[in-house]
């Protein structure tokens, strides 16, 4: 089955700081790529996906992260981060032939004025 | 409008107990599924229904019992409940049970057992 490591379980950065959160997945198949964001007492909400294509994805909020197939990475950035983006981030997998989405353990950002 | 919402959102209850979560999407999606969080934040799959039909049923215990009634509503019935069920339970839904399909979920109930 496929799965998902996220590397870090805490993330502290100043606001206007750029931040990337890594994430590295294993699977003997073609996956699928998203990153959720969860903000306190919230549900998941998608940030972005990659299925095919261009290796570099763009969401929403201005983060966008970039799948690297032969290091098994994605990893999510952002150039200049902001106080609302503290949340914990979610990096999850899918397989090409259903839907058994994978989560990994969450990655907590603060973001520090 | 509320796309996946899901009732209550607060649950405190003593241990034996049978509760049940109550989920609804208004998406016009085929697949629905339960998630659950522990308070570390680690979200595991329970179940996941595609069109009333159960596909995926992780080791969870018989205490927990889906029932979709139509393809719009998933419910989780818990039975005897314990400590350990103590945990936020997030109901999902997508378009239909195919890869890549970004799955969408509701606000998440929050269940204490005492």
């Known amino acids: 089955a496929q799965s998902v490591t996220q590397l870090d379980s805490q993330v502290p950065v100043f606001e206007e700081a750029p931040v990337e959160l890594r994430c590295n997945y294993s699977?003997?198949?073609?996956?699928?790529l998203f990153w959720y964001v969860q903000y306190p007492n919230q549900g998941l909400q998608l940030l972005l996906k990659?299925?095919?294509?261009?290796?570099l994805v763009k969401g929403i909020n201005g983060f966008e992260a970039e799948f690297n197939k032969s290091q098994t990475s994605f990893h999510l950035r952002k150039p200049s981060v902001h106080i609302s983006d503290t949340a914990e981030y979610f990096c999850?997998?899918?397989?090409?032939?259903?839907?058994?989405?994978?989560f990994g353990a969450g990655t907590r950002l603060t973001v520090k004025p | 409008d509320t796309a996946v919402s899901q009732t209550p959102k607060y649950l405190v209850t003593q241990m034996g107990n049978d509760k049940s979560i109550k989920c609804e999407q208004n998406?016009?999606?085929?697949?629905m599924y339960w998630y659950k969080q522990d308070s570390k934040k680690f979200l595991k799959i329970m179940f996941s229904?595609?069109?009333?039909?159960?596909?995926i049923n992780e080791t969870v215990p018989n205490r927990f019992s889906p029932k979709s009634p139509d393809k719009a509503h998933l419910n989780l019935h818990i039975n005897s409940l314990e400590l350990g069920d103590s945990a936020v339970y997030f109901c999902?839904?997508?378009?239909?049970?195919?890869?890549?399909?970004?799955?969408?979920f509701g606000e998440g109930s929050w269940l204490t057992v005492v």
């Open positions: 229904y595609n069109n009333k039909e159960l596909i």
């Open positions: 998406l016009g999606h085929d697949t």
């Open positions: 699977s003997s198949v073609s996956v699928y």
């Open positions: 999850a997998v899918s397989r090409d032939n259903n839907n058994d989405m994978r």
């Open positions: 999902a839904s997508s378009q239909v049970y195919n890869s890549g399909n970004t799955i969408y």
């Open positions: 990659y299925l095919s294509g261009s290796t």
